[in-house]
């Protein structure tokens, strides 16, 4: 499958605790994307990296939150001191740099903050 | 920072029904980017619309970017059930490549 696949597809952690999730965009594409999405929303940007180098990130962004893309390829998004305001889909997307290229979502990863 | 408005919310046809979502921006837009996301699925790129007045097709689907570039719409002809979903619209943000999303329509068919 040469799709954006995102690790773990579910997560549940106590509040207070550190989580990661991974991303591994679609191999040509060097633009990767952040989202987070709740109930009954559309998804809110978080992050944007072209390459290695994080060029956007959303002032709603808590300090909680990095994001990092150490060799272009794969991000992790992480989390700590998580907070039940925290649960949500976090989706990643990519895309290529040619124009307004269509970005290429995967299927998600679940946090729940208990 | 930009900000787009869909309606309706919510909308339930009968297979067969047309349907039409709308979604409306206060500021110009560079372009307008069409998702449609399945209950449980992730967001799918439909369409991007540049141009002003710009139409384009797909089968059922009809998308249409206003001639100010500041609201697009997007119109089934006669649903189907694999029609059902939340359609989003989402212009590219005013700095950089992120998108920005609309609260979306959710269509519901019933058969």
């Known amino acids: 499958d040469t799709g954006v696949s995102q690790d773990p597809r579910h997560k549940i952690t106590k509040r207070g605790q550190n989580v990661t999730f991974r991303c591994d965009p679609i191999?040509?594409?060097?633009?990767l994307y952040w989202y987070r999405q709740t109930l009954g929303q559309g998804p809110e940007f978080l992050t944007y990296f072209q390459n290695e180098a994080q060029l956007e990130k959303s002032r709603l962004l808590s300090d909680r939150f990095s994001a990092e893309r150490p060799k272009g390829s794969f991000s992790t998004l992480e989390i700590q001191r998580t907070e039940q305001g925290d649960s949500a889909m976090y989706l990643c997307?990519?895309?290529?740099?040619?124009?307004?290229?269509?970005?290429?979502f995967g299927p998600g990863t679940r946090l729940t903050v208990t | 920072g930009q900000q787009v408005m869909q309606i309706p919310q919510y909308q339930h046809v009968q297979e067969g029904e047309d349907f039409t979502t709308y979604c409306n921006s206060s500021?110009?837009?560079?372009?307008i980017q069409w998702y449609k996301q399945r209950p449980g699925g992730h967001p799918v790129f439909l369409i991007q619309l540049v141009k002003s007045g710009e139409v384009k097709k797909q089968k059922r689907l009809t998308f249409q970017f206003g001639e100010a570039k500041k609201n697009s719409s997007l119109h089934i002809t006669a649903t189907q059930t694999t029609d059902v979903g939340t359609y989003f619209c989402a212009p590219r943000g005013e700095y950089g490549n992120k998108l920005v999303f609309g609260a979306g329509t959710i269509l519901r068919v019933k058969s």
């Open positions: 500021t110009t837009l560079s372009n």
């Open positions: 191999s040509e594409h060097n633009r």
């Open positions: 997307a990519s895309s290529s740099t040619r124009g307004w290229s269509e970005q290429y």
